[in-house]
């Protein structure tokens, strides 16, 4: 039905498209009236909530270092069924010159892209090397690439922290500081060399029994055989994925507008009355946030499940039972990676004190090689994205990831 209404819904958003631009024309005296404003901006506003989102790209071609502008490309340096690991290669530093820490920032596999992290690269490229997962849409992957669980998720970490190398650091954001923490905790047991030195994680729900948001409420009431059951769906064609099972990114999507729809509705009337009022800015700024948001993946159904069953209902890692292809994961194997959480104050998806949970975990880590940090007025995207990130969280992991480079 979803892909049925995007090919009912191109004809309307063709004549949508055409209307605005007629509305727009600078030769239509129209466009200067009020009621040619007003129809625009309904114009736009309709064609924005029934177009399909692609994948947006990061678009970051500079930073700058020591006050210089240096230029910056994409690189794939690996490159695996369900995700690819992105370098951001910096003018100069092709061979690691420059002597920055490498950072392998751990994008969340929950619904968006991982461009969604834009502005989180963008404030570490001045001072590291920066990776990041590049999570592809299951929706375009062909069954006869097989399947993807949470042990797969937890062995593409490891393989790409070896790719890396030895002596990088590693950041997850929401939803990958359990599989992450899971990656980690088993290349310390191992004494693998490319256990990352440090270890950030921001709003991740490591133990959701201590302040339950909504999502883990509903995680919580409900069993397994309801989400399989409600949610799961299979990819139709013409997506190359066809017949795979996945979780839809558009109920994802309607879950994450439904929590806070008051808010997309008033952003969504202030568009229109920026656009009434001719503010190009404020309806540019708007336009950028849902481009990206809107933007959804598939994901696969068995690591769909395997979440909501080991991290939100039976919350393993947190009470020790949470197993990687058998073998009982133990964080207080780590010693040796230094360990620092970031959380919102106002975090409505991991609730304060979620993240913060993982320094019981990792029990035997000396108090030297810990940090914490809440910041108190930001919810759960200000937590990597935005001014208080770029300007009290960024600074900190910085300094973390300085003090422990060694």
Sequence with gaps: MHEFQKAAMAPLLFAAEANQIMLRHPFNPIS??????????????????????????????????????????????????FGQLKRFVRAGDEDGALGHPKLLIVAPMSGHFATLLRDTVRAMLPDHDVYITD?????????????????????????????VGPGAHALAVCQPSVPLLAAVSFLEAAGDPTSPRTMTLMGGPVDTRINPTTPNDLAKTHTLEWFERTVIQRVPAPNRGVMRRVYPGFLQLTGFMTMNLDRHVGAHMRLFHNLMKGDGDSADQHRAFYDEYRAVMDLTAEYYLQTVEKVFQEHQLAVGTFHHRDERINPG???????????????????????????????????DMRAHYEEADVGHYGVFNGRRWRQNIAPRIKAFIARHGA
């Design 333 to 367: 194997a780590i010693t040796n990676c230094a360990l620092m959480t970031v959380e919102g104050g106002k975090d409505d998806i991991s609730g304060v004190g979620q993240t913060r949970a993982a320094h019981d975990l990792c029990r035997n880590l000396p108090d």
């Design 135 to 163: 999570w592809r849409d299951a929706a375009n992957v062909p069954l006869r690439e097989g399947s993807f669980d949470l042990d797969d998720y937890i062995d593409y970490l490891m393989d790409f922290l070896a790719v």
């Design 32 to 81: 200067y009236s009020p009621a040619g404003r007003a129809w625009a901006a309904a114009f736009e506003i309709f064609e924005a909530g029934a177009r399909h989102y692609p994948k947006p790209a990061f678009g970051l071609t500079s930073t700058v270092i020591d006050g210089e502008d240096v230029a910056v490309h994409e690189a794939i340096v690996a490159r695996l069924p």
